[in-house]
């Protein structure tokens, strides 16, 4: 199991994203879940009560549409909030 999260976290790095709401979050773990095998992102809000999160990484890497136009739902930043 070990191996397959070390892959999968090449696919999302851990690290500080952006939502297209613009909130910021930091990725902190992809982790697979125990029935079903689907990786999971498991990530911390940046702001307010700096909750935790965990998003099946599909919906994590999906676009959405904003204004008219898809954009990924998170965006990697190289800003630390």
Do not use: C
């Not at 397959?4 to 879940?33: A, E, F, M």
């Not at 935790?52 to 919906?59: A, T």
């Not at 999906?62 to 136009?69: E, I, P």
């Amino acid at each position: 199991m070990h191996k397959t999260i070390v892959r999968s976290r090449s696919l999302i790095p851990v690290g500080n994203y952006k939502h297209y709401k613009g909130q910021h979050y930091k990725v902190l773990y992809v982790v697979q879940h125990s029935e079903t095998e689907e990786h999971h992102v498991v990530y911390q809000a940046l702001y307010g009560d700096y909750g935790y999160w965990v998003r099946p990484m599909s919906l994590f890497n999906d676009f959405v549409t904003k204004n008219d136009q898809r954009v990924k739902r998170f965006v990697k930043t190289t800003n630390t909030v």
